[in-house]
């Protein structure tokens, strides 16, 4: 019976101290050190609209509007990850053709040799809200077809949301798609 007594008074201490105190510890530095990170990396618009998280691509499909990577999960962020397919499977050269007639069709100034991989590829968790630089910049034609805004523009907006590699050397420079379009779509309802 001493046995039971000790093992619940230590079980029910544990479970205060994992499951309650130490959550409650990591929520209040993490609320009080980092709270736009701790509350989902959310972004608004200027109205105070909640439009995403800086963490979680969207599709775009105006052809007004930057367009990110391709997502084998449509960026459901209920469950990450994409098919782990060889570039020989049947499915993936489908998707990427699919992908190439898109551009084709959307993009007819720029030719196909000219397009970024990650603008036909998926990331590895389908979520990516980042595409390169190069492929911001190669929208620009079909963009300013769209909008009537100058290409030279076009080319400063990237620039200014360009982010730099991690501490200087971890990753490549990227560009955050919902970021840029919140600032295209300022510059569309001032034109």
């Not at 040799?113 to 980042?130: I, R």
């Amino acid at each position: 019976m001493k046995i039971i007594t000790i093992t619940l008074r230590v079980s029910i201490v544990f479970m205060l101290l994992c499951g309650v105190l130490y959550n409650l510890a990591v929520t209040g530095v993490s609320q009080a050190v980092m709270p736009f990170q701790a509350n989902g990396s959310l972004i608004k618009n200027e109205q105070g609209e909640l439009v995403g998280s800086k963490l979680i691509g969207q599709a775009f499909t105006d052809p007004g509007y930057f367009h990110g990577r391709v997502s084998s999960i449509e960026y459901n962020g209920v469950g990450s990850g994409s098919p782990n397919y060889a570039p020989s499977n049947p499915d993936i050269l489908s998707r990427v053709k699919e992908s190439v007639e898109q551009w084709k069709t959307e993009n007819p100034q720029v030719p196909v040799e000219e397009v970024p991989m990650d603008l036909l590829t998926n990331s590895g968790s389908g979520l990516d809200p980042h595409i390169t630089p190069e492929s911001a910049r190669v929208q620009i034609p079909r963009i300013e077809k769209e909008t009537g805004i100058a290409a030279s523009e076009l080319s400063h907006m990237i620039e200014r949301h360009t982010e730099g590699r991690e501490l200087g050397v971890l990753g490549e420079p990227r560009v955050n798609v919902l970021e840029l379009n919140l600032e295209l779509q300022q510059a569309r309802a001032q034109s």
